[in-house]
């Protein structure tokens, strides 16, 4: 992977310049009072913040997208962002438009303006190709305005959106101390792992995870992918298991998926591990385990079993890499966290390189004060999971497309 190639804030000049500077500060919110709930991704910008004390800062960021009910304003964001830096944070309510533009052009060194959601214009709600995002009004209002973009959102870089690509393609730009430290983690893993290497990937989503599967195991750079939410059981179905009434529904809407478990499955069957036991809830809201061989309940399965989280434990902590995205189980319910729980704290306990990313895996890592004992907490889901699925991403290739123009001007003023 390409993390050589663009340019970070060691090759730039900063001193009073107008920076634009691209986070992806996007968090979790409690839903009626819309206070954070988790600021892990607002206290990983704090070094990159630092380094541009000496500039004038503009940050932005999204926050959820249209139509969610976490789709806010920034203004909580400002304040939790005044907590961890030394610097005077002001916030504006406005993108673009006039008011933007006086206090960008206004803003002072040593002061960060936060802007307020930028998926509040409707251009940055689109994925287009590079060409495309240079023409929108957004790239046009805002990149006579700076000297320097920085990109420190990697967890949006999976994004071809104007402030991830058009942005960075209309000015000098690099990347943040955040998108290199995330890039190198990630990088680690594509190149030679130490091993064994074990995956542990679980959560509701299958369409990201398979793809990952694929090229880790193609590229053979994993010695065991351990399974656990809907994935576990697409590959059950695959390898021929019979689940509840209700898992069997959701697996006749999956057929595609399933028909490339198979075919993952023929080639790599001794890397794949299944569980051999699942977590329902009987009728009075009890856990119940079930082996996967006797007749499954009705509901679907919730959590994997106990005696397959021993088995999965015992693999991770003998490993000398660990991946883990996406939760075990639906770990928000009671009683049904276990192996979630089981798998991150027999991480702590490897003495490998551990990695964890995705929100839920993230948040549940915090809310357990155990996140300082990974040698990697990625504040990204999707990014994560495209890396390691063998995409490039848009927001990296832009940064690269900066660094060889900024080579052929030889821009000394940066
Ligand atoms: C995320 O949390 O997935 C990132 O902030 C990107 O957001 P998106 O998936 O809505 O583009
Ligand atoms: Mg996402």
Known sequence: MPTQNFATLDDVQTKDKRVF???????PL?????SILDDTRIRAISETLGRLEDAKVVLGSHQSR????DFTSLEPHARALAEYCNQEVKFVDDVIGPQARQRIAKAEPGQILVLDNLRFCA?????????????????????PLFDLNVNDAFATAHRSQPSI?????????VAGRLMEKELKAISTLLQEPHRPCVYVLGGAKVEDKIPVIDHILTRNKADKILLGGVPAKIFLKASGKKLSSRDEQEMATLGLHIETAKAIMKKFSEKIETPTDLA??????QRTDRNIDAAQLKDSALDIGVRTLERYSAMIKSASTVVSNGPLGVFERSGFDLGTKAILESMTLCNGYTIIGGGHLVGLASILGIESNFSHVSTAGGAMLSLLSGQSLPGVDALIRAAERMKKTKDNSL
Do not use: M, W
Not at 66 to 69: Q, R, S, V
Not at 165 to 173: E, H, I, Q, R
């Open 165 to 173: 690509v058009g942005l960075t393609d209309a000015l000098p730009s």
């Open 30 to 34: 409690d839903p009626s009072t819309h």
């Open 280 to 285: 329902y809830e009987e009728s009075g809201g």
């Open 66 to 69: 249209p139509g969610k009910d």
């Open 123 to 143: 251009e940055e709600n689109i994925d287009d190709k590079p060409e495309k995002l240079l023409k929108t009004h957004f790239v046009k209002q805002l990149s």
């Open 21 to 27: 500077l691209r986070v992806d500060i996007n968090v």
